[in-house]
T-cell receptor
Framework: DSGVTQTPKHLITATGQRVTLRCSPRSGDLSVYWYQQSLDQGLQFLIQ???????AKGNILERFSAQQFPDLHSELNLSSLELGDSALYFC??????????????FGPGTRLTVL | AQRVTQPEKLLSVFKGAPVELKCNYS??????LFWYVQYSRQRLQLLLR??SRESIKGFTADLNKGETSFHLKKPFAQEEDSAMYYC????????????FGPGTRLSVLP
């Protein structure tokens, strides 16, 4: 698959735990974006990395963190999980990192369930 | 604060009828607006952006700064247009920080 890939597809865990979600961008894309989609909040932008550096920050909680590695894959770490963190977490990637012409391509998402 | 609203959660139209998905925004800067679509069992994807003034799959959207709107229109709806549609506002030109609307589910009936 030459598109954006995310692992795992599904994750079930308990409150208070910590999980790591992984995203591999499309080949050649330098930017990675993370989004959270929940019934309460809708689709929310969390954070963007461009070539390893943080580029833009949205509504990301302090309990959440992300990084982009030298091979450009990214990980989103969610800690001290709460029931309200249950959501679909999307990753997207793009060639560039800015501007309205820079198209993002989305992954299939990771469904996180916190019990 | 920047905000995007889509007043209709669900919109049902018959095949061949015109369709309009409403989007309003509030933003103090110069708005860059987009429509994203998610078909059943598929990934979220860009449909169109106002800056390109494009028409994709028969859809168009015009930015009306006076009414702070960016409604999505199609003159003749097709069954394959059934999907979830999100209006999005780009609020950070250095990066790409989008504010998304809550989405409208379009159902095109045969």
């Amino acid at each position: 698959d030459s598109g954006v890939t995310q692992t795992p597809k599904h994750l079930i865990t308990a409150t208070g735990q910590r999980v790591t979600l992984r995203c591999s961008p499309r080949s050649g894309d330098l930017s990675v974006y993370w989004y959270q989609q929940s019934l309460d909040q809708g689709l929310q932008f969390l954070i963007q990395y461009y070539n390893g550096e943080e580029r833009a920050k949205g509504n990301i909680l302090e309990r959440f963190s992300a990084q982009q590695f030298p091979d450009l894959h990214s990980e989103l770490n969610l800690s001290s999980l709460e029931l309200g963190d249950s959501a679909l977490y999307f990753c997207a990637s793009s060639v560039g990192g800015r501007g309205p012409y820079n198209e993002q391509f989305f992954g299939p998402g990771t469904r996180l369930t916190v019990l | 604060a920047q905000r995007v609203t889509q007043p209709e959660k669900l919109l049902s139209v018959f095949k061949g009828a015109p369709v309009e998905l409403k989007c309003n925004y509030s933003y103090s800067g110069s708005p860059e607006l987009f429509w994203y679509v998610q078909y059943s069992r598929q990934r979220l994807q860009l449909l169109l952006r106002h800056i390109s003034r494009e028409s994709i799959k028969g859809f168009t959207a015009d930015l009306n700064k006076g009414e702070t709107s960016f409604h999505l229109k199609k003159p003749f709806a097709q069954e394959e247009d059934s999907a979830m549609y999100y209006c999005a506002l780009l609020i950070d030109n250095y990066g790409q920080n989008f504010v998304f609307g809550p989405g409208t589910r379009l159902s095109v009936l045969p």
